[in-house]
Each structure stands twice: as structure tokens, then as C-alpha cells.
């Protein structure tokens, strides 16, 4: 089939294998490149034409979200590693902000899982299911102890929120000139740190200590 002409010599058995095959190729070039790739990069990658592509993903930005949901699980592994063992809730959140705006400036496709900062995209995703339910997956991960500081599902999804608009408002504008890690962990502590607190003092009338 015309679908299927090119690929190195070494066509894929069915459309599944296709898929795979551009989204890994997408994925392998976004981690080369630190940047977003277009359907004719992945086709030349590949050795086809971009129709063949398209025929798959109708947009880049549909290929963009495919290769950051392939990429999800990795980058959850390399972000639990670097929060291990941070039990109080602005500690492991501070660190856990400050490391996810560094690897999506390293790997920009991770971004579109928490904002709609892409060209044509929905301006609305900051708030998407998609996007909080992976902010869930992602605090779910640290080693901290919600529920001993007040929170249930529905405040943990709403805190979600609020951590993503943060994130979101960094993606558009880092500063300038932008903070140091540093310098942005003392204004996360600082800032943030209050409201991820909050919760507690609503729920008991008392904080825990650490903003």
C-alpha cells in the first residue's frame, strides 16, 4: 500500500506498528533537538512523505501529544527520584516545580500535557481533565503525606489546578531576566508555599510548619 512505501526499506506490518514508529521517531527527535519538530522532520526522519505522516496524525500538535503521553512515564520516574524522601508538602512541591520547568524546557512536548502554550492550541487545557489528571499522577508520586495535612481528593485536585496555572504562567513568562533555580525555589517557598498550607489551617484552624 502507498501508506506503507519508504520507511528505511523496512515497512511497518500494520497501522499500530506505524504509529509507534512516528511517535518514536518524534520522540527520539524532540530529545535530540530540545525543540518542537514538524510533520516533515519525522517524515524525513522516517524516509516518507508527509502525507504518509499525516495519514496518522492529522497536526504536529496531535503528534506533540502522542510523544509527550509515550514520554510520560520516564520523565514520572526521573521526577519521583528527584522528591524521594521529601516529606513536607512546599519542600517536595518547590522541588517538584523548579524540575518540571526544567525538563520541559528540555523536552517541550512534556508541556503539552500541562498547558496550552502551543500555536493553535485550546487556551482552556491548563484546566483540561487530561491535564490535571496528570498533575494528580504527579503528586501522587511524592512521598508526602496529603491527607496528614488536610487535604482529600477534591482539595488535592484543586491544588492541582492551582500548581498548574502557576507552571503555566512560568512557561509564558520565565522573567527577565529569568530566576536562577534558586532564586526560584525561595519565590516558590515563599509564594506558593502559603497557599499549599492553606489547607491545612481550613481544615483544623492550625498550619504545619515549613512554608
Do not use: C
Not at 504509529?19 to 521517531?25: D, E, F, G, P
Amino acid at each position: 500500500m502507498a501508506r506503507r512505501r519508504g520507511w528505511g526499506g523496512s515497512p511497518p506490518e500494520d497501522d499500530a506498528e506505524a504509529t509507534r514508529r512516528i511517535v518514536s521517531a518524534a520522540v527520539e527527535l524532540i530529545g535530540r533537538t530540545g525543540a518542537e519538530i514538524s510533520i516533515a522532520d519525522v517524515a524525513e526522519s522516517l524516509g516518507v512523505i508527509r502525507q504518509t505522516v499525516y495519514r496518522y496524525f492529522p497536526s504536529a500538535d496531535a503528534l506533540m501529544r502522542a510523544s509527550a503521553i509515550a514520554s510520560v512515564d520516564g520523565f514520572l520516574d526521573r521526577l519521583a527520584a528527584q522528591v524521594r524522601g521529601r516529606t513536607e508538602p512546599v519542600d517536595a512541591m518547590t522541588e517538584g516545580i523548579v524540575y518540571t520547568l526544567a525538563e520541559v524546557r528540555r523536552t517541550p512536548h512534556l508541556g503539552i500535557l500541562l498547558t496550552a502554550t502551543y500555536t493553535n492550541a485550546d487556551p482552556s487545557g491548563i484546566t483540561s481533565e487530561q491535564a490535571q489528571d496528570f498533575g494528580i499522577t504527579m503528586i501522587k508520586r511524592f512521598d508526602v503525606d496529603w491527607r496528614d495535612y488536610g487535604y482529600d481528593d477534591e482539595s488535592l485536585r484543586e491544588l492541582v489546578e492551582f500548581l498548574l496555572r502557576t507552571m503555566q504562567s512560568f512557561f509564558i513568562s520565565p522573567g527577565n531576566p529569568p530566576r536562577s533555580d534558586d532564586e526560584l525555589r525561595r519565590y516558590l517557598r515563599r509564594w506558593m508555599g502559603s497557599a499549599i498550607l492553606a489547607q491545612a489551617d481550613a481544615v483544623t484552624g492550625t498550619s504545619k510548619p515549613g512554608a
